[in-house]
């Protein structure tokens, strides 16, 4: 028998419910496998209840599955052939013979039930309610985040992301150390789960509101979504406020924690904004990269006062605050002089990437307000701060185009191809082809493309690599295959505009204007808005020449 019970104690199954697994009444106690004796209740939550089992003297978790949902077993299973391969003092162990199944009396289907370690200790939820929700210190955040990067570096290296992290599944020891706990939510990484992500397929979306990246609402989870939840977490540590109780930024998305942190030195805070990135490739790439900068941020704080690295730090952001303005009229070079100075001379050359990150978001944010001097500036300190930044290198090369600088841009764009992220570097093909229109060198133009093509999946890339073929045929006025290139490009994003705006040309230089006027409507009305700054200089010509077009054809049909 799986446990045994007095016939005046409660039936096994209201027994099970019961909050305590006692039976006071009777001094029966739940038995499971003739071995594992219950003790008490330890929580509950979805489908699971958390009991504390006495092995022979050993104190031990037991999961308890009540739902015979194939899903439910399926994550219930995976968690336990998970947990039995991870050896890490980081991650509750689970024995070989830790996962088993009983019988209950007048229930049909098994229960499922996975047995751990116990860990002694408080969640950081419930450590944290205890203390009235104060902010932790930076120390302890510090300390705290370099044990569980290290638990995430261990798991990531075994292909493996936790998809849950939040206080409540981490667990503070007496000694201080910290365990990631509920591993229901883990998930390996394989090539086929990376083919399911691609098409947001047969992929449980789980994750708890206020950590869940967007990545990861839509099904499409990658080992970085873990990143945003450990900095979502952290940001309630260090605040005590649950980050769906934080205004965010209504542009960006941006939560709006630092001024409950105050205590927060800037690289720290700058570190966390990086965790909680909104896109994934935006967010550090793996856990290395995580611990190499907390070891900085660690030394420069353990080496020198607090308040002058944060003055150095408010000087920097002064510097290229609001008094902007005045610095747009100086050579760039000067500019990065005065930079680096800065930097040398209060040791923030360490936090350079760092640094280089947060100029690239704010010349961004000039950019989409076409403030562009300013976006450039932001942009050349961002690479002059980290050389291998190929996303910025792609930013300046896209604001120095929009100017006119042409000769910049292709020198970005052509820093910006470097990038190992394929679909980055195939956006800087494209644009660099582009370019190449601009100088009438199609061929070479198309040979860019092509190699674009080849290089990336996502699919608004390949439409506009296969939108540039078109128009670089178009040009040589080679109109059936330009219309080839183009109706792929339209089947790959039927809501973009460029093509359609290409098409009708097609058909107009054709002299089939029946068949040009609906591609001229598409033209008009898909795509950004007109005073959007992603659309390309030529689209905006392509898009006055589709109103032309549309009010020449609707003045003849009023004639």
Same mark, same amino acid.
């Given at each position: 028998?799986?446990?045994?019970?007095?016939?005046?104690?409660?039936?096994?199954?209201?027994?099970?419910?019961?909050?305590?697994?006692?039976?006071?009444?009777?001094?029966?106690?739940?038995?499971?496998?003739?071995?594992?004796?219950?003790?008490?209740?330890?929580?509950?939550?979805?489908?699971?209840?958390?009991?504390?089992?006495?092995? $022979?003297?050993?104190?031990?978790?037991?999961?308890?599955?009540?739902?015979?949902?194939?899903?439910?077993? @399926?994550?219930?299973?995976?968690?336990?052939?998970?947990?039995?391969?991870?050896?890490?003092?980081?991650?509750?162990?689970?024995?070989?013979?830790?996962?088993?199944?009983?019988?209950?009396?007048?229930?049909?289907?098994?229960? #499922?039930?996975?047995?751990?370690?116990?860990?002694?200790?408080?969640?950081?939820?419930? !450590?944290?309610?205890?203390?009235?929700? +104060?902010?932790?210190? +930076?120390?302890?955040?510090?300390?705290?985040?370099?044990?569980?990067?290290?638990?995430?570096?261990?798991?990531?290296?075994?292909?493996?992301? #936790?998809?849950?992290?939040?206080?409540?599944?981490?667990?503070?020891?007496?000694?201080? +150390?910290?365990?990631?706990?509920?591993? $229901?939510?883990?998930?390996?990484?394989?090539?086929?789960?990376?083919?399911?992500?691609?098409?947001?397929?047969?992929?449980?979306?789980?994750?708890?509101?206020?950590?869940?990246?967007?990545?990861?609402?839509?099904?499409?989870?990658?080992?970085?979504?873990?990143?945003?939840?450990?900095?979502?977490?952290?940001?309630?540590?260090?605040?005590?406020?649950?980050?769906?109780?934080?205004?965010?930024?209504?542009?960006?998305?941006?939560?709006? !924690?630092?001024?409950?942190?105050?205590?927060?030195?800037?690289?720290?805070?700058?570190?966390?904004?990086?965790?909680?990135?909104?896109?994934?490739?935006?967010?550090?790439?793996?856990?290395?990269?995580?611990?190499? #900068?907390?070891?900085?941020? @660690?030394?420069?704080?353990?080496?020198?006062?607090?308040?002058?690295?944060?003055?150095?730090?408010?000087?920097?952001?002064?510097?290229?605050?609001?008094?902007?303005?005045?610095?747009?009229?100086?050579?760039?070079?000067?500019?990065?002089?005065?930079?680096?100075?800065?930097?040398?001379?209060?040791?923030?050359?360490?936090?350079?990437?760092?640094?280089?990150?947060?100029?690239?978001?704010?010349?961004?944010?000039?950019?989409?307000?076409?403030?562009?001097?300013?976006?450039?500036?932001?942009?050349?300190?961002?690479?002059?701060?980290?050389?291998?930044?190929?996303?910025? #290198?792609?930013?300046?090369?896209?604001?120095?185009?929009?100017?006119?600088?042409?000769?910049?841009?292709?020198?970005?764009?052509?820093?910006?191809?470097?990038?190992?992220?394929?679909?980055?570097?195939?956006?800087?093909?494209?644009?660099?082809?582009?370019?190449?229109?601009?100088?009438?060198?199609?061929?070479?133009?198309?040979?860019?493309?092509?190699?674009?093509?080849?290089?990336?999946?996502?699919?608004?890339?390949?439409?506009?690599?296969?939108?540039?073929?078109?128009?670089?045929?178009?040009?040589?006025?080679?109109?059936?295959?330009?219309?080839?290139?183009?109706?792929?490009?339209?089947?790959?994003?039927?809501?973009?505009?460029?093509?359609?705006?290409?098409?009708?040309?097609?058909?107009?230089?054709?002299?089939?204007?029946?068949?040009?006027?609906?591609?001229? =409507?598409?033209?008009?009305?898909?795509?950004?808005?007109?005073?959007?700054?992603?659309?390309?200089?030529?689209? =905006?010509? !392509?898009?006055?020449?589709?109103?032309?077009?549309?009010?020449?054809?609707?003045?003849? +049909?009023?004639?």
């Amino acid at each position: 028998m799986s446990y045994c019970f007095n016939p005046n104690c409660p039936k096994p199954n209201d027994f099970l419910n019961a909050n305590l697994l006692i039976c006071r009444n009777c001094g029966t106690e739940l038995l499971l496998q003739n071995r594992y004796r219950g003790i008490q209740l330890l929580g509950k939550g979805g489908f699971c209840k958390i009991i504390e089992l006495d092995d $022979n003297g050993k104190r031990k978790v037991g999961k308890i599955l009540f739902n015979n949902y194939y899903k439910a077993i @399926e994550l219930f299973q995976r968690e336990a052939e998970i947990l039995k391969l991870l050896e890490h003092p980081g991650i509750p162990k689970v024995e070989p013979d830790g996962y088993f199944t009983f019988s209950v009396k007048n229930q049909k289907e098994p229960c #499922h039930c996975l047995l751990m370690e116990k860990v002694d200790g408080l969640n950081l939820k419930d !450590w944290q309610s205890d203390r009235q929700n +104060q902010p932790i210190t +930076q120390a302890q955040a510090i300390d705290w985040l370099k044990q569980l990067v290290k638990i995430l570096d261990y798991l990531h290296k075994n292909r493996y992301f #936790h998809r849950d992290i939040k206080p409540e599944n981490i667990i503070l020891k007496p000694d201080g +150390q910290l365990v990631l706990i509920d591993f $229901n939510a883990v998930r390996e990484v394989t090539d086929t789960y990376l083919a399911k992500v691609g098409v947001s397929r047969d992929i449980t979306q789980i994750g708890s509101k206020g950590y869940i990246p967007l990545e990861q609402v839509s099904r499409r989870a990658v080992p970085q979504s873990d990143f945003y939840a450990l900095g979502c977490t952290f940001i309630h540590l260090l605040t005590g406020i649950h980050p769906i109780d934080i205004d965010d930024e209504p542009k960006t998305g941006k939560l709006n !924690w630092r001024q409950y942190a105050p205590h927060i030195s800037l690289p720290l805070a700058e570190l966390i904004d990086w965790l909680i990135a909104p896109l994934p490739e935006q967010r550090p790439q793996n856990t290395q990269v995580i611990l190499q #900068h907390l070891v900085e941020i @660690e030394s420069l704080i353990t080496n020198q006062n607090s308040i002058p690295i944060r003055e150095s730090l408010k000087s920097v952001n002064k510097f290229f605050g609001e008094q902007i303005l005045t610095l747009v009229q100086v050579h760039l070079l000067k500019v990065r002089i005065a930079v680096a100075a800065i930097l040398g001379l209060s040791g923030l050359w360490l936090f350079s990437p760092m640094l280089a990150d947060s100029f690239n978001r704010n010349g961004y944010k000039y950019y989409m307000n076409e403030e562009l001097e300013k976006a450039r500036l932001y942009f050349s300190l961002a690479v002059q701060l980290n050389p291998q930044f190929w996303e910025a #290198h792609f930013n300046l090369g896209a604001t120095c185009e929009k100017q006119g600088n042409l000769k910049c841009a292709r020198a970005q764009y052509q820093i910006a191809i470097q990038e190992q992220d394929k679909d980055t570097a195939a956006a800087a093909i494209n644009n660099l082809g582009r370019l190449e229109i601009f100088d009438r060198e199609y061929n070479r133009a198309i040979l860019l493309f092509l190699q674009g093509i080849n290089q990336t999946k996502e699919t608004a890339i390949k439409s506009d690599l296969y939108k540039n073929i078109g128009w670089a045929n178009f040009q040589q006025k080679r109109y059936i295959e330009a219309a080839k290139y183009l109706q792929t490009a339209i089947k790959l994003a039927p809501d973009k505009a460029s093509p359609y705006c290409l098409m009708a040309l097609v058909f107009q230089s054709q002299n089939n204007l029946k068949a040009a006027i609906p591609h001229w =409507k598409k033209c008009q009305t898909n795509g950004s808005k007109k005073d959007s700054p992603l659309i390309n200089p030529e689209e =905006k010509m !392509w898009k006055i020449m589709a109103l032309k077009h549309l009010q020449t054809v609707s003045l003849q +049909q009023e004639r």
